[in-house]
């Protein structure tokens, strides 16, 4: 079973995705299963992972009844307030739908950079183990160190990283980024998503081999057992169609074993969130 471990879906209103600025004109309109189930299918794509893209309670409620609709829907990585002193209440309604198998908060735009070690949010996140819920970190590069003074506060909690920490791919820079994922990756309970590189090139003029090292360097630190494929669909159509992406990665991870590749295009998504090996619908 191929699956993708990141998309989005999405009733677009301008108030409601402030992040969509005039210069992702292409994002600026509604993105809904239909629509991705006909990019699955030319791809070969089984099942998906849905993950919130604004931190509503309204979107999580959205997205889980539309995997209620959508068997391809594998998971929902949904948002609640991990810093409020309300979440136990609401771990406890959503974890009642089993399409929730994670929750995610945009740590990268919160104007506090030490965000990762506010207290209550902290609190939040001891929380997620007893719900067995995964929890997917959203950061930039810059936000490596504390990602992991973060996750060794969090031993036994299991984390997903999003987008490579979205190394600095348009000015090619490797360092520090490198040395901070690799040591991030040491931590036995983090898996990540190969995801988001295109469009951190900042445009459509790319190629495989611009985004080699990054991906070999993820391989490199995570192996293929931690490692997941995802599309970041509608996103990654600010510098790539979804078949374009799908087809580089398939041809980035040719010299792995057909068993590395089982991982890297399922088996670690199955493993994160917890999804049933038989679990596909619309989009076969």
Same mark, same amino acid.
């Given at each position: 079973m191929i699956i993708d471990a990141h998309q989005h879906f999405w009733h677009f209103e301008p108030a409601e995705f402030a992040w969509i600025d005039d210069e992702m004109a292409v994002l600026r309109r509604d993105y809904l299963p239909d629509e991705l189930w006909s990019e699955n299918a030319k791809a070969g794509v089984d099942a998906?992972?849905?993950?919130q893209a604004r931190q509503s309670l309204v979107e999580t409620e959205w997205l889980l009844e539309l995997a209620s609709k959508h068997p391809a829907i594998g998971a929902v990585v949904g948002w609640v307030p991990l810093a409020s002193p309300d979440v136990q209440g609401h771990l406890e309604r959503f974890s009642q739908n089993p399409a929730l198998k994670a929750v995610r908060h945009v740590v990268q735009d919160e104007p506090d950079e030490h965000f990762l070690r506010d207290d209550r949010f902290n609190a939040g996140i001891d929380l997620l183990r007893q719900f067995g819920l995964t929890y997917d970190i959203l950061i930039y590069d810059r936000q490596l160190p504390? @990602? &992991?003074?973060?996750?060794?506060?969090?031993?036994?909690?299991?984390?997903?990283?999003?987008?490579?920490?979205?190394?600095?791919?348009a000015t090619n820079l490797l360092a520090p980024w490198r040395a901070k994922l690799c040591e991030l990756a040491r931590r036995e309970n983090v898996m990540c998503k190969v995801s988001g590189l295109a469009t951190q090139t900042g445009s459509n003029d790319w190629g495989l081999e611009d985004l080699r090292p990054y991906l070999d360097t993820v391989l490199e630190a995570f192996g293929p057992r931690r490692l997941m494929f995802g599309s970041d669909w509608p996103v990654c159509l600010l510098a790539t169609t979804y078949a374009r992406w799908y087809e580089s990665i398939v041809h980035w991870a040719e010299p792995?074993?057909?068993?590395?590749?089982?991982?890297?295009?399922?088996?670690? @998504? &199955?493993?994160?969130?917890?999804?049933p090996p038989t679990h596909s619908g619309d989009s076969t």
């Open positions: 998906v992972v849905t993950v504390l @990602a &992991i003074e973060f996750v060794d506060g969090h031993t036994h909690q299991p984390f997903v990283l999003d987008h490579l920490a979205k190394p600095q791919v792995l074993t057909s068993g590395e590749r089982s991982w890297l295009f399922g088996g670690a @998504a &199955i493993n994160a969130y917890h999804i």
